[in-house]
């Protein structure tokens, strides 16, 4: 128990060295590394074992522990005898990718945005708190999964079934992903009204201002959809603004 | 310029060098609480320079333009932590009292020019910590504890590169905010009108990699429950976003069981 502690600190830091060639191998190495030394005292024994954790290693950063705790619980059971011909490598590569690509979807592609679209929305309600609520919304999800996860991989080995069993990573995802686009659509309808200021809206804006702010949306992403980067659409609207104010239109 | 870059001044830039370095390692290298999210760093940043309103502002629009650009694989997404900082240091200390919607769009507008500047930087440390692992590698058994100083050295590059990026571009931004202030008229109203537009470049981002289609069911639901309920009915705002997720989660619940 206090190994997978000391483990779950390190993991923190799992990207600390993040490189192309190598991404996040040494930052596992590290995660792992008290656990190694503990178990293989012999320097011989604790360099092959560390050599093969120093292998490319890439996925998501939360989704690793769960990695970290199955390839903890392999090298102990090795180190004692119990599974000498555990195949760790093997394990750690057929993981990763497909929770590399689990937990973008998740945590990047899914709960960050709705943590960010929901503390938008209280912003717009004039709660300057919203900051905050969007850290503790997003950790409380974030840093549950991130411990419980590790401790996870630890008793069923890494076995991946269980843990997409367990977590419902994908419902979760899709209810996220929804919640996040209707909020998109009730903040269109008061978007026009809006100031710098971030007051709470009174009176929200009428009917011919919330159908202009959202057909002015659905333009936008006519031309995101057409190839338009942020950056582009940024740059174009700065010259359509400077425009309408040289014309005295705003 | 030498009574624009007093002492005051000075310090004010070399703290948020270090405070934007230490909120930037959040981003890759510890932790990943998203503290260096704009919608946090920037208000923070505009709180400890005394401008949370600008803070407020240029986090939120930030956030709502960069939240979906996401790390895979080697991709490396537009440092928007970056961006929230610097742009709210520079409108924060450019300006005498807070800032005004004009600053605060020239300010979003020089941090999404620098954006390409700053991925060039992340992309050099990223390169430059490949070789971080060659010691433990070499030798492992004379260098035992070779792997932890070797991976924390990680941290120290990536505090570097934004600690020197804010120190040069900082600067360099509240002498730009200065010239804005000698501009025609026309200029700082299109500055203030561009700002003012920007949330809604952000929701249609987000909208446009949430969804496959340009109109969403749920985005015209959660438009429709607004109009009604705001705009017609005039219930509290709270009460209106509280109603587009309660409509959207029974929708949800509703076809999973169709």
Redo the contacts between chains.
Sequence with gaps: MRDLIRVFWRS??I?????????Q???F??AI?PVLKKLYPD??E??SR??LH?EYF?TQ??LASFILGATVRLEQDRAQGKNPVADIRNIKTSLMAPLGALG?SYF??AL??F???T???????G??W??LF??IL??FW??RLRASVLFWGYVNSGDPVDLMDRYRFTKMA??F???????????????PA?????R??V?????FL?FA??L???L???L??KGGS??K???G??IV??????L?V? | MMTLFDVHMILAILGIACIGGLIGLDRTAAGQFMISEPIVSGPLTGWILGDIGAGIVIGTVLELIWVLDIPIGTFVPADSTFSAICATAIAALGSTGAAGPSTIGFCILLTTVMVPCTMMADTIVRKRNARLADVPCASLILVYAGITRAHLKGLFFFFLKSFILFLILVPAGILAVQGLHQLPGFIQRGMAFFVTMLPLLGMAIIASKLSTTVLDGFLLMGFSVAVVAGTLLQAPLILVFLLVLAVGWLLVRYRDQA
């Design positions: 923190l830091l990207q600390a060295s993040w490189s192309f060639e190598r991404m191998s040494l930052g190495s590290y590394e320097p011989g604790y360099e560390m050599r120093l890439n950063p939360y973008d990047w592609g960050r945005p943590a960010a679209i503390a938008t929305a209280l912003l717009f309600t709660w300057w919203a900051p969007f850290l997003f950790n974030h840093i899709k209810l992903k929804v919640l996040s686009l209707s909020l998109v659509g009730g903040i269109a309808a008061i978007l809006w100031s710098t200021t971030f709470p809206l009176p929200l804006p009428g009917l919330a702010g959202m002015l949306m659905l936008f992403i006519v995101l959809r942020p950056v659409l940024m740059l609207l700065v603004c400077l425009g309408l104010a040289f005295g705003v």
